[in-house]
């Protein structure tokens, strides 16, 4: 019986690895996103009255429809993998319902609440296999602005942030897959300046504009091997001591000239300096004497 539980232990771990490879082959026959492929986006359909989410009558699951169509593409908004830069998208008119939705984004009643699907579908099945079922990341866009009685105010500018996983060089055309993303509209609380806002009515045009910027990995931007936020405070660099040190040594600098050029002088001109003082006129105050004249 020991040499059993003895023969069973390498059975388990040859089991266990078995298992992992298959996963591991699984995982990489799927296929990647190309670099500057589409990626589509599509959002939670939502009433316009509740703000709730709207369910299939059927199978009960959420219904996901395309973002609104933009002016400039005549389709869906869609992103491009590994594409940065400026994009636009102006949704033609905003009708009434949509108006009361972007009435519940702003207020974060009920988010735009969108996703991406995290690797194109697969052009092969495997007979006898459980066909693929797509998987999604969520993209939920942060609208900012603010409600009047008749119109509302939004920040149109976006940023965009997209992650990817770290590509395994299997498949050397392939690009990677999603991982996580995020949308928020900047400079909210300058809205009544102007800028990037939009004063918005029913029946009027929303241009949109997104800043993308995509994340090889889903950490942020490293230095020397860490991750690091390059934000305010927190952290000491190079350039910090550098600075701070030009900034001691002109300390230093004025300190002296004001000290040797003013503060000085007017100290030794009250002060008894070679035997003769200014008191009795003998003395010039610096340290030098005058001859008496007879």
Same mark, same amino acid.
């Given at each position: 019986?020991?040499?059993?539980?003895?023969?069973?232990?390498?059975?388990?771990?040859?089991?266990?690895?078995?298992?992992?490879?298959?996963?591991?082959?699984?995982?990489?026959?799927?296929?990647?996103?190309?670099?500057?492929?589409?990626?589509?986006?599509?959002?939670?359909?939502?009433?316009?009255?509740?703000?709730?989410?709207?369910?299939?009558?059927?199978?009960?699951?959420?219904?996901?429809?395309?973002?609104?169509?933009?002016?400039?593409?005549?389709?869906?908004?869609?992103?491009?993998?590994?594409?940065?830069?400026?994009?636009?998208?102006?949704?033609?008119?905003?009708?009434?319902?949509?108006?009361?939705?972007?009435?519940?984004?702003?207020?974060?009643?009920?988010?735009?609440?969108?996703?991406?699907?995290?690797?194109?579908?697969?052009?092969?099945?495997?007979?006898?296999?459980?066909?693929?079922?797509?998987?999604?990341?969520?993209?939920?866009?942060?609208?900012?602005?603010?409600?009047?009685?008749?119109?509302?105010?939004? $920040?149109?500018?976006?940023?965009?942030?997209?992650? $990817?996983?770290?590509?395994?060089?299997?498949?050397?055309?392939?690009?990677?897959?999603?991982?996580?993303? &995020?949308?928020?509209?900047?400079?909210?609380?300058?809205?009544?300046?102007?800028?990037?806002?939009?004063?918005?009515?029913?029946?009027?045009?929303?241009?949109?504009?997104?800043?993308?910027?995509?994340?090889?990995?889903?950490?942020?931007?490293?230095?020397?091997?860490?991750?690091?936020?390059?934000?305010?405070?927190?952290?000491?660099?190079?350039?910090?001591?550098?600075?701070?040190?030009?900034?001691?040594?002109?300390?230093?600098?004025?300190?002296?000239?004001?000290?040797?050029?003013?503060?000085?002088?007017?100290?030794?001109?009250?002060?008894?300096?070679?035997?003769? &003082?200014?008191?009795?006129?003998?003395?010039?105050?610096?340290?030098?004497?005058?001859?008496?004249?007879?």
């Amino acid at each position: 019986m020991a040499g059993l539980s003895v023969l069973r232990i390498p059975l388990l771990i040859a089991c266990c690895l078995a298992a992992q490879a298959l996963a591991y082959v699984h995982e990489n026959a799927l296929p990647s996103y190309h670099y500057g492929a589409p990626i589509r986006v599509e959002c939670m359909n939502r009433s316009s009255e509740t703000g709730e989410h709207i369910e299939n009558a059927k199978t009960h699951e959420i219904q996901w429809i395309p973002f609104p169509v933009c002016n400039e593409t005549s389709a869906p908004l869609e992103f491009h993998y590994g594409v940065e830069g400026e994009q636009n998208c102006t949704i033609p008119m905003i009708s009434d319902p949509f108006f009361h939705l972007l009435e519940f984004y702003i207020h974060s009643d009920a988010p735009l609440s969108c996703r991406l699907p995290s690797r194109p579908p697969p052009h092969i099945e495997t007979v006898g296999e459980k066909p693929y079922e797509m998987e999604y990341i969520p993209l939920v866009f942060a609208l900012a602005g603010t409600l009047q009685l008749s119109h509302m105010h939004i $920040s149109t500018h976006m940023n965009v942030l997209l992650h $990817s996983t770290p590509k395994h060089h299997i498949h050397p055309h392939d690009s990677g897959v999603l991982d996580s993303g &995020t949308a928020y509209s900047t400079s909210p609380l300058t809205h009544m300046e102007g800028g990037a806002t939009r004063k918005l009515i029913i029946g009027d045009p929303l241009p949109l504009s997104f800043s993308v910027r995509w994340f090889p990995t889903p950490a942020l931007p490293t230095v020397e091997g860490k991750v690091e936020w390059n934000g305010m405070g927190g952290h000491i660099y190079a350039s910090t001591i550098f600075y701070g040190l030009v900034a001691f040594l002109a300390g230093v600098v004025v300190s002296s000239v004001h000290f040797y050029g003013s503060v000085l002088p007017k100290r030794l001109r009250g002060r008894t300096l070679g035997g003769a &003082t200014p008191l009795n006129g003998l003395g010039n105050g610096w340290g030098y004497q005058k001859r008496a004249i007879d």
